[in-house]
T-cell receptor
């Protein structure tokens, strides 16, 4: 099955700085790559996704890039705010969805 | 607009006991799945179903059974609970498997096995 690796496991940035989280996947047949944000004690919620026929997608301060050849994709958050502090998960999907281990992002005011 | 509903939210079990985590969705989604979440290990797929009557194993299926008799319901059964099954369990559903359809999660079930 698909194997997704995510780095770093923890990330601390100053408010206003950018944050980048990277993921790699193993199965070249994966065609859908979502990112989820999970706040403490809550369920994961989709923040952005990208499909295999697209190289980059942006939604306000959040962007995702995909490199199919290298089998990696990244989440970019610009102008970080304290409310961005959470655990972020990447995932890759073919017939089922597999998740990375998560990145705990802390934005310091 | 209920979405994905899981019960119970919290449960304490003794080693060797059995129990069922219930999951129901009202979005007419074909794809349903169960994940467990442990610190530092992300969300690991236990079992999934692409439609009524069809189930398949994920990454960590041992010790768990599922069935999908209706489109709406996808219960997860722990046959003989072990302390290693202490975790947070999330049920999720999607319009269909793969192909870029958003997965929606339930609120989670916190299970402790003592």
């Amino acid at each position: 099955g698909e194997n997704v690796e995510q780095h770093p496991s923890t990330l601390s940035v100053q408010e206003g700085d950018s944050a980048v989280i990277k993921c790699t996947y193993s199965d070249s047949a994966s065609n859908y790559f979502p990112w989820y944000k999970q706040e403490l004690g809550k369920r994961p919620q989709l923040i952005i996704d990208i499909r295999s026929n697209v190289g980059e997608k942006k939604d306000q301060r959040i962007a995702v890039t995909l490199n199919k050849t290298a089998k990696h994709f990244s989440l970019h958050i610009t102008e970080t705010q304290p409310e961005d502090s959470a655990v972020y998960f990447c995932a890759a999907s073919i017939d089922d969805m597999r998740f990375g281990a998560g990145t705990r992002l802390t934005v310091k005011p | 607009n209920a979405g994905v509903t899981q019960t119970p939210k919290f449960q304490v079990l003794k080693t060797g006991q059995s129990m069922t985590l219930q999951c129901a969705q009202d979005m007419n989604h074909e794809y349903m799945s169960w994940y467990r979440q442990d610190p530092g290990m992300g969300l690991r797929l236990i079992h999934y179903s692409v439609g009524a009557g069809i189930t398949d194993q994920g990454e960590v299926p041992n010790g768990y059974n599922v069935s999908r008799s209706t489109t709406e319901d996808f219960p997860l059964r722990l046959l003989s609970a072990a302390p290693s099954q202490t975790s947070v369990y999330f049920c999720a559903s999607s319009y269909d498997s793969g192909s870029g359809n958003t997965i929606y999660f339930g609120e989670g079930s916190w299970l402790t096995v003592v």
